[in-house]
T-cell receptor, first 115, second 115 residues
Framework: AQKVTQAQTEISVVEKEDVTLDCVYE???????LFWYKQPPSGELVFLIR??????QNEISGRYSWNFQKSTSSFNFTITASQVVDSAVYFC????????????FGTGTKLQVIP | EPEVTQTPSHQVTQMGQEVILRCVPI?????FYWYRQILGQKVEFLVS????????KSEIFDDQFSVERPDGSNFTLKIRSTKLEDSAMYFC?????????????FGQGTRLTVV
């Protein structure tokens, strides 16, 4: 069985603050993939990043960065210098297989960036 | 930029009625998926579809649900006799290939309200 836990239900930050969204996962598979998706108020799911279990390098994309630590089964997401447009629900997700079948999503973290 | 489109954006139906949710995947994609998100909860996998047949389905996808690709461009999800608990946001997604090295693109969702 696999599980994704996003313990932070809601976070509020003031614009320009940095914020880290936590994601902890459980899986028995040795090969797996982790994702982050953004769901803005308009409702669609926007792909942010995909990581496979063999690649523990941290990744930075503009103001976004991801810290993957296999030892603690965590895949945390940091937004630097947050902006109001970052306000959304962020989902962490896991799939043990080569496809998008049976992706397990976390319950999401609602981020509110206050101007 | 190519996108997955879903219609309608919001559907209200009476309990016991049949409903069909429509999706137009990206044209060169071969793998299609339906997910659902009950309000305020996590996104859950329903079914995946390839080569005109279901390749995988979850426990949620019972006999009340069916999928079809009627004309080579649309991908539909039918719920035969809707229940109150079917109220949710339904997301369609498509990918070029099965492996997660290709991105799955999600539509903007159809909000289904069963009254």
């Amino acid at each position: 069985a696999q599980k994704v836990t996003q313990a932070q239900t809601e976070i509020s930050v003031v614009e320009k603050e940095d914020v880290t969204l936590d994601c902890v996962y459980e899986t028995r598979d040795t090969t797996y993939y982790l994702f982050w998706y953004k769901q803005p108020p308009s409702g669609e799911l926007v792909f942010l990043i995909r990581r496979n279990s063999f690649d523990e390098q941290n990744e930075i994309s503009g103001r976004y960065s991801w810290n993957f630590q296999k030892s603690t089964s965590s895949f945390n997401f940091t937004i630097t210098a947050s902006q109001v447009v970052d306000s959304a629900v962020y989902f962490c997700a896991l799939t043990p297989r080569g496809g998008y079948q049976k992706v397990t999503f976390g319950t999401g973290t609602k981020l509110q960036v206050i101007p | 930029e190519p996108e997955v489109t879903q219609t309608p954006s919001h559907q209200v139906t009476q309990m016991g009625q049949e409903v069909i949710l429509r999706c137009v995947p990206i044209s060169n994609h071969l793998y299609f998926y339906w997910y659902r998100q009950i309000l305020g909860q996590k996104v859950e996998f329903l079914v995946s579809f390839y080569n005109n047949e279901i390749s995988e389905k979850s426990e949620i996808f019972d006999d009340q649900f069916s999928v079809e690709r009627p004309d080579g461009s649309n991908f539909t999800l039918k719920i035969r006799s809707t229940k109150l608990e079917d109220s949710a946001m339904y997301f369609c997604a498509s990918s070029e290939a099965e492996g997660v090295n290709t991105e799955a693109f999600f539509g903007q969702g159809t909000r289904l309200t069963v009254v």
